[in-house]
């Protein structure tokens, strides 16, 4: 009997420290048309059930540094993406291996077009990503 209850219990404590299964993509594009960016984003498993949340950052290649972005998805693999700090949003469509959207200014005058293409990177590339979305989002967080 006591062997039957430490099982159960072993396997209890298995399912209880699982971490959230995510799911990385980068995305390599233009603003404007002519300004380069780079999209992470990672599809996270909602451990209370439900539809998955999101982390994000991208950034303006060789300009800036990583934007953290607060997403949330709507209908139809719409995405809305708020830097941190609402120094802009995005708005973009998921069609296939594309994102294709709007960039709008906090004050909505300035609307440009963005469009961005997955891209396939190695699993070292993508760990690299992580980790620095994680960074990113410990240096906007942490007390």
């Not at 298995?14 to 404007?32: D, M, R, W």
């Not at 960074?135 to 410990?138: A, K, W």
């Given at each position: 009997?006591?062997?039957?209850?430490?099982?159960?219990?072993?396997?209890?404590?298995?399912?209880?420290?699982?971490?959230?299964?995510?799911?990385?993509?980068?995305?390599?594009?233009?603003?404007?048309?002519?300004?380069?960016?780079?999209?992470?984003?990672?599809?996270?498993?909602?451990?209370?059930?439900?539809?998955?949340?999101?982390?994000?950052?991208?950034?303006?290649?060789?300009?800036?540094?990583?934007?953290?972005?607060?997403?949330?998805?709507?209908?139809?693999?719409?995405?809305?993406?708020?830097?941190?700090?609402?120094?802009?949003?995005?708005i973009l469509k998921k069609e296939g291996d594309a994102m294709n959207?709007?960039?709008?200014?906090?004050?909505?005058?300035?609307?440009?077009?963005?469009?961005?293409?997955?891209?396939?990177?190695?699993?070292?590339d993508m760990e690299s990503y992580e980790k620095k979305m994680e960074?990113?989002?410990?240096e906007n967080h942490d007390c």
């Open positions: 009997m006591f062997r039957q209850i430490l099982l159960m219990l072993t396997f209890t404590m298995a399912f209880i420290t699982l971490p959230a299964q995510t799911s990385s993509s980068l995305y390599k594009g233009t603003v404007n048309e002519k300004m380069p960016i780079t999209l992470f984003i990672q599809s996270v498993e909602n451990g209370c059930g439900g539809d998955p949340y999101y982390n994000a950052m991208y950034r303006y290649e060789k300009v800036s540094n990583w934007l953290e972005l607060s997403v949330t998805e709507g209908v139809k693999q719409q995405f809305a993406m708020v830097e941190e700090g609402f120094t802009g949003l995005m959207g709007t960039w709008i200014s906090p004050d909505g005058k300035k609307q440009i077009p963005v469009q961005l293409k997955k891209v396939n990177i190695g699993k070292k960074q990113l989002n410990y």
